[in-house]
């Protein structure tokens, strides 16, 4: 009994010391914008922040729940044009429509989850694709409102664009906000109940566990966290355009957590930059970069077996939580 309290112990404080360890990789991102002032490169660790918040989210209900959404771009993209319309034409300050948005798109996942609740596997994916698309079209078709492919104007979070770093320090704090939540959510008993669910639903439910409560909080948790990166994101671009709904965006942010690393924390955040970065980098348009990084993760994840997190595990020894 006594060895077992002592390595449940050590798992604990290994564990407690890779969050800690990972946090500080955060905090030493802080001085980026003073030591490089290349608005170019800040830019692309914005993008690279905000899709590490994406993939965190989908990681959160695909990957530990197992609920295989195709919607959580539209998530954040309807949040987007929702924070940006509030601002535009009700006058509501930025701050209060970025979370304004967040609640409205956790209402509507948790809406999706209900009626979705005896759904799973590619009935789940098809239905969640299909809501996605009819949000592209509507969003598209609504140019009154929504100026369609014109694009909408909207104002920025802090009165311009660039060369103003604060966007960077409020990317950092909402990834490091979603990276942290993340960890105390599968650190606690709701996180075992999401593992459990997605191992083995019924299962689960033999034991106890309310699993159509959990699925459609899920659905809600993982759509708040997206609409507020979408929200984040329509007052930072300044301009929004069916674009952010196409299912390039989706794909994007299933290689980056397949990339990164299934079912694990960091893996999700390791991904999105990797993806992000050298896909700027090599200057790829959508189409390319989502054709090159499928071959890049069917090389890694099929190949040689494993993720950028299962080679660092193996290859450097490093612990990836």
């Known amino acids: 009994m006594t060895h077992i309290r ?43 922040l905000y899709y590490s918040i994406l993939t965190t989210s989908w990681n959160l209900l ?30 509501i300050p930025i701050p209060v429509s970025m979370i304004l948005a967040g609640f409205i798109i956790a209402v509507i996942g948790y809406l999706i989850g209900h009626i979705t609740i005896k759904m799973k596997g590619i009935y789940l994916a098809l239905t969640t694709w299909a809501f996605a698309e009819i949000a592209r079209i509507a969003i598209t078709a609504e140019y009154q409102i929504t100026r369609g492919e014109l694009g ?11 060369p103003d ?52 909080n899920v659905f809600a948790l993982s759509a708040f966290i997206a609409g507020i990166a979408g929200s984040f994101y329509a007052h930072y671009v300044g301009t929004l355009s069916p674009a952010i709904l196409n299912f390039t965006e989706m794909g994007m942010i299933i290689i980056s957590t397949l ?10 955040v390791i991904g999105a930059f ?26 890694i994840v099929i190949l040689l077996k494993g993720s950028i997190t299962d080679l660092l595990k193996k290859y450097l020894k490093i612990k990836v939580i």
Request: hydrophobic share 50%.
């Open 6 to 48: 002592t390595s449940i112990y050590s798992a604990r404080s290994l564990f407690n010391a890779q969050i800690l360890y990972y946090n500080i990789i955060y905090f030493v991102l802080m001085p980026l914008p003073l030591i490089l002032k290349d608005i170019y490169i800040i830019h692309i660790i914005i993008l690279s």
């Open 259 to 268: 990339l990164g690393g299934w079912r694990t924390i960091t893996g999700p």
């Open 165 to 216: 770093y604060r966007y960077f320090y409020v990317a950092l704090a909402l990834s490091m906000i979603s990276y942290n939540a993340t960890i105390m959510i599968m650190r606690s008993r709701y996180g075992l109940y999401l593992k459990a669910i997605g191992d083995d639903e019924i299962a689960a439910g033999s034991l106890g566990i309310n699993f159509i409560a959990i699925r459609k």
């Open 62 to 91: 695909a990957g530990y729940t197992g609920l295989f959404c195709l919607s959580t771009h539209t998530f954040s993209g309807l949040a987007a044009y929702i924070s940006a319309l509030m601002v535009v034409y009700l006058d």
């Open 274 to 299: 990797t993806v992000e970065v050298l896909s700027e980098m090599a200057r790829m348009g959508s189409a390319t970069r989502l054709l090159v990084f499928s071959i890049v993760t069917f090389i």
């Open 152 to 162: 909408l104007q909207v104002p920025p979070l802090f009165g311009s664009i660039v």
